[in-house]
């Protein structure tokens, strides 16, 4: 059986930018195969959180936004941050309020996940939010939201048609409509 052990040493490492959200690292390491090499890190101070609102009717909510990094419009489940170390709910909570003006009565944890295995260290959770409750939404000033109610079926085929990119939603809605062939939902 081969080793789970670390394989990478670790020469030095410096941090070349930081700011609220992120920081990138640049590390000098002597790789697995034992040659001298480099290897960049984006460290992330934030829980990715994301919420798969689903009504009685089985009606989900979806936010539409220009994503920046993308430099296109994305549609996907309300999704946001807690900072490390918090409770991940509590900002799944405050993401879905923030996004849709919806809170949620039962909550349940779909999946634990990382988005990246390359460069990245970010770290998530996925919710399922039933028992829904319509008040006002509470965009943040960065964020220019459409909300659309729209039935769970066609999220299913928007996913499966690749209209849907978002990798949180992805899953999400995998999740879910696996519950529902199972008569879990």
């Given at each position: 059986m081969q080793s789970t052990?670390?394989?990478?040493?670790?020469?030095?490492?410096?941090?070349?930018?930081d700011n609220p959200w992120i920081s990138l690292i640049h590390h000098e390491v002597i790789n697995p195969s034992g040659n001298a090499g480099i290897y960049g890190k984006v460290h992330y101070k934030n829980w990715a959180i994301g919420v798969l609102p689903l009504d009685d009717e089985l009606n989900t909510y979806l936010v539409g936004q220009y994503r920046f990094v993308l430099n296109q419009y994305s549609w996907e489940m309300p999704e946001g941050g807690g900072p490390l170390g918090t409770d991940p709910l509590d900002a799944a909570k405050r993401e879905l309020l923030e996004e849709t003006g919806l809170k949620a009565r039962?909550?349940?944890?779909?999946h634990d996940f990382h988005l990246s295995n390359s460069v990245g260290n970010e770290f998530g959770q996925i919710?399922?939010?039933?028992?829904?409750?319509?008040?006002?939404?509470?965009?943040?000033e960065t964020e220019e939201l459409q909300v659309r109610k729209v039935p769970f079926s066609e999220v299913y085929r928007m996913v499966c048609n690749s209209e849907i990119t978002d990798s949180m939603t992805?899953?999400?809605?995998?999740?879910?409509?696996?519950?529902?062939?199972?008569?879990k939902i």
């Amino acid at each position: 059986m081969q080793s789970t052990e670390n394989p990478w040493q670790i020469v030095s490492k410096k941090t070349i930018y930081d700011n609220p959200w992120i920081s990138l690292i640049h590390h000098e390491v002597i790789n697995p195969s034992g040659n001298a090499g480099i290897y960049g890190k984006v460290h992330y101070k934030n829980w990715a959180i994301g919420v798969l609102p689903l009504d009685d009717e089985l009606n989900t909510y979806l936010v539409g936004q220009y994503r920046f990094v993308l430099n296109q419009y994305s549609w996907e489940m309300p999704e946001g941050g807690g900072p490390l170390g918090t409770d991940p709910l509590d900002a799944a909570k405050r993401e879905l309020l923030e996004e849709t003006g919806l809170k949620a009565r039962e909550w349940t944890k779909l999946h634990d996940f990382h988005l990246s295995n390359s460069v990245g260290n970010e770290f998530g959770q996925i919710y399922l939010a039933r028992g829904l409750e319509q008040f006002e939404a509470e965009p943040e000033e960065t964020e220019e939201l459409q909300v659309r109610k729209v039935p769970f079926s066609e999220v299913y085929r928007m996913v499966c048609n690749s209209e849907i990119t978002d990798s949180m939603t992805v899953a999400a809605v995998l999740r879910v409509q696996l519950m529902i062939l199972e008569g879990k939902i």
